[in-house]
């Protein structure tokens, strides 16, 4: 919902408070009286936010297709990196599974799959995780390197991103935004939600929140890849600056996350926790308590991290904790 919309629906209340009539507000702002009420009460609830409406859009975390479909149509992706649709849906019926070469598409778009080139890559990026010093694909894997450029992430916590999400009024909060960081090659997230967006809370966030983790697990930092918001670029950012130095790692701003990997990463992230967990809690509760509302999302967080099958070059409809599992070996020694 625009903010055009929040704001109509403000006035509403407004105005029937200032005339002292809702039928004559409802007549002037072309809503019913029906809807004045429901208004009343999910700002009364939530505030602001609860005048948003619940997006009919949905994210399919679910496979469209069964399970068993989708692993053969990524292991024949894999097999056959040259084969197109129409021949992976033959090769499909065949062994007894019928698809349609649409079907097959849409599963390799889900999977960043759709182009030979990406097919190739995943290839590489699957024989890494399985060798685990196996000399038998060593071969395998010089053959596909030479007809590719550098791969944008080599393994757990290469490269990360790190984003600022304003997630608007808040009951008796105010203003919330969540800080979020996610590992660009297993996609494992963290996030936590403060009041303010500022440099300090942005460092604050990555020196302890995250830091603490990826030194726990035995995985380095190699580059953050943030925006050029205020609180990581410019005159203002100074703490997160430090931050930065203090860390060791790479830091790399742009206006986009234009690369084939992070493209849009933070966005699409944001865009599921949103829909799988605020979008609901903040119509079904009013929050006076932060630290109630850290431990929805550190729960949803633990589902995510641990559950959710997630679509992606690396990742091939793991885990975020099951694709660092296998390619824990990957990592430099640090």
Same mark, same amino acid.
């Given at each position: 919902?625009?903010?055009?919309?929040?704001?109509?629906?403000?006035?509403?209340?407004?105005?029937?408070?200032?005339? /002292?009539?809702?039928?004559?507000?409802?007549?002037?702002?072309?809503?019913?009286?029906?809807?004045?009420?429901?208004?009343?009460?999910? @700002?009364?609830?939530? /505030?602001?936010?609860?005048?948003? $409406?619940?997006?009919?859009?949905?994210?399919?975390?679910? $496979?469209?297709? %069964?399970?068993?479909?989708?692993?053969?149509?990524?292991?024949?992706?894999?097999?056959?990196?040259? @084969?197109?649709?129409?021949?992976?849906?033959?090769?499909?019926?065949?062994?007894?599974?019928?698809?349609?070469?649409?079907?097959?598409? %849409?599963?390799?778009?889900?999977?960043?799959?759709?182009?030979?080139?990406?097919?190739?890559?995943?290839?590489?990026?699957?024989?890494?995780?399985?060798? $685990?010093?196996?000399?038998?694909?060593?071969?395998?894997?010089?053959?596909?390197?030479?007809?590719?450029?550098?791969?944008?992430?080599?393994?757990?916590?290469?490269?990360?991103?790190?984003?600022?999400?304003?997630?608007?009024?808040?009951?008796?909060?105010?203003?919330?935004?969540?800080? =979020?960081?996610?590992?660009?090659?297993?996609?494992?997230?963290?996030?936590?939600?403060?009041?303010?967006?500022?440099?300090?809370? %942005?460092?604050?966030?990555?020196?302890?929140?995250?830091?603490?983790?990826?030194?726990?697990?035995?995985?380095?930092? /190699?580059?953050?890849?943030?925006?050029?918001?205020?609180?990581?670029?410019?005159?203002?950012?100074?703490?997160?600056?430090?931050?930065?130095?203090?860390?060791?790692?790479?830091?790399?701003?742009?206006?986009?996350?234009? /690369?084939?990997?992070?493209?849009?990463?933070?966005?699409?992230?944001?865009?599921?926790?949103?829909?799988?967990?605020?979008?609901?809690?903040?119509?079904?509760?009013?929050?006076?308590?932060?630290?109630?509302?850290?431990?929805?999302?550190?729960?949803?967080?633990?589902?995510?991290?641990?559950?959710?099958?997630?679509?992606?070059? @690396? =990742?091939?409809?793991?885990?975020?904790?099951?694709?660092?599992?296998?390619?824990?070996?990957?990592?430099?020694?640090?």
């Amino acid at each position: 919902m625009s903010n055009n919309e929040i704001r109509s629906k403000l006035a509403l209340l407004q105005l029937a408070k200032e005339m /002292g009539s809702v039928s004559r507000a409802c007549d002037i702002m072309g809503y019913s009286r029906d809807s004045y009420y429901r208004f009343k009460r999910q @700002y009364e609830s939530a /505030g602001e936010i609860g005048l948003r $409406n619940l997006s009919r859009k949905k994210p399919a975390m679910k $496979n469209r297709v %069964a399970p068993e479909v989708e692993a053969q149509v990524i292991e024949i992706a894999l097999d056959y990196p040259n @084969y197109g649709q129409a021949r992976v849906a033959e090769l499909l019926t065949a062994r007894g599974c019928v698809i349609s070469p649409s079907g097959v598409r %849409a599963i390799w778009v889900r999977h960043h799959l759709a182009t030979k080139r990406n097919r190739q890559l995943a290839l590489q990026n699957s024989l890494e995780q399985r060798s $685990n010093g196996d000399n038998s694909l060593t071969s395998e894997l010089y053959q596909i390197q030479q007809d590719q450029s550098q791969l944008e992430c080599h393994f757990p916590g290469d490269v990360c991103v790190q984003d600022t999400y304003k997630l608007g009024e808040v009951g008796g909060l105010g203003v919330l935004y969540q800080h =979020t960081f996610v590992d660009a090659y297993s996609q494992f997230a963290h996030a936590w939600v403060s009041t303010t967006n500022d440099t300090a809370a %942005a460092a604050e966030f990555l020196l302890q929140q995250v830091t603490p983790w990826y030194q726990q697990q035995q995985l380095p930092i /190699g580059t953050i890849l943030t925006d050029k918001g205020a609180e990581f670029f410019g005159s203002r950012s100074k703490a997160y600056q430090t931050a930065i130095e203090r860390l060791g790692c790479g830091h790399v701003h742009m206006r986009a996350y234009n /690369g084939p990997v992070v493209n849009g990463l933070a966005a699409r992230f944001h865009t599921l926790i949103w829909n799988e967990l605020y979008e609901a809690l903040f119509k079904q509760q009013r929050f006076d308590d932060l630290d109630q509302l850290q431990q929805h999302l550190q729960q949803w967080l633990l589902r995510y991290n641990h559950q959710y099958a997630i679509a992606g070059r @690396y =990742t091939l409809g793991k885990t975020p904790e099951e694709t660092i599992e296998v390619s824990r070996h990957l990592v430099p020694e640090q």
